[in-house]
């Protein structure tokens, strides 16, 4: 029953991932920046993502009450988003006032940034559940911390092919310590790409980019499916985990320029974002391990052809990225 069960999720799961586009890394939360000009004088800017393309009206950020827009919103058009900007006269303190939407439109979150000249910048992360936020006289760090926390979780919990890479590295590795070794090589390698990238030091097209990792994920199910040959990539499982990692770091630090670093926390956003994507990554390592242990002790004949169906799958959906990336 297990066994049938697991298969059918993994088929279930292949299925809805297949129908994900190839931009299935993508993380395109909105954002608005509310940042003070001049004495009672800001500058608003935000964008909206679209949940399809085609016309869409845009939506005007709240602001507090002392605040008015001088004129018009000036909006542009985005792949996938709108883009608005706007000059805002505040005639009092904005401090206690909110800030946000009637409704998060386009799906995911918003990240807000409230930047006042002579105070610290202050970073919110809105929701469907909480739109709008009030913008706090005294700020300190820990919303930047948590907003970008939270961000990192949801893009390795969002984004299938870095799952689906992790989960075919455990598939074929499997052991406990040999899973350790690999899935912390992969950790070190991305991490080093997603701080060189953020930094400025590093960059790579994001086309190709997108491309290897779907690649990295069909060579991985195909090894998954050898189990009676001994290659280099199962004989150094971690070395292949930390190469194939320095490319998928490229495709973390793509989200995270997408979603952007509030000025003077960067920093802390890298290592909050960073330390997101690992405890996401880690959970679904933990359960990819506690159902491989558990198809092991209750019908251990069943464990191999699950595998090799869940590798089948990982590999059709890797191979279909790969063409729609590479001609797409």
């Known amino acids: 029953m297990i066994a049938r069960l697991l298969a059918i999720t993994t088929l279930v799961s292949a299925t809805l991932v297949g129908a994900v586009p190839a931009w299935a890394d993508e993380l395109r939360p909105g954002f608005v920046e509310f940042a003070e000009i001049a004495a009672d004088q800001w500058q608003l800017n935000w964008k909206q993502p679209l949940p399809a393309p085609g016309p869409a009206e845009l939506a005007v950020p709240i602001l507090p009450e002392a605040c008015t827009i001088l004129g018009e919103p000036v909006a542009r058009s985005a792949p996938l988003a709108l883009i608005g900007s706007a000059t805002v006269q505040c005639s009092g303190p904005v401090a206690g006032g909110q800030i946000g939407f009637e409704a998060i439109f386009g799906g995911g979150d918003v990240l807000l940034r409230v930047a006042p000249l002579e105070d610290p910048v202050q970073t919110f992360r809105l929701t469907e559940n909480a739109p709008i936020a009030t913008i706090i006289a005294e700020p300190t760090g820990w919303e930047v911390w948590r907003s970008y926390f939270v961000l990192g979780i949801e893009h390795i919990l969002e984004g299938w092919d870095h799952l689906l890479f992790v989960i075919a590295l455990v598939l074929l590795v499997r052991r406990g310590w040999d899973v350790a070794k690999a899935v912390t090589a992969f950790t070190v390698a991305h991490s080093l790409t997603l701080a060189g990238v953020t ?40 070395l292949v985990a930390f190469l194939f990692g320095l490319i998928h770091g490229f495709g973390f630090a793509g989200a995270l320029n997408e979603i952007g670093l509030p000025e003077g926390d960067v920093p802390a956003a890298l290592i909050s974002f960073n330390l997101g994507v690992e405890a996401g990554q880690l959970a679904v390592v933990a359960l990819v391990l506690l159902a491989i242990a558990a198809l092991r002790l209750i019908q251990p004949a069943r464990l191999e052809p699950v595998i090799r169906i869940a590798s089948y799958a990982i590999g059709i959906t890797g191979t279909y990225w790969l063409i729609d990336r590479l001609v797409g």
């Open 199 to 238: 930094l400025g030091l590093v960059g790579l097209p994001g086309r190709p980019v997108e491309a290897v990792i779907a690649l990295s994920i069909v060579l991985l199910a195909v090894e998954g499916l050898r189990r009676d040959s001994m290659t280099w990539t199962r004989r150094w499982p971690w």
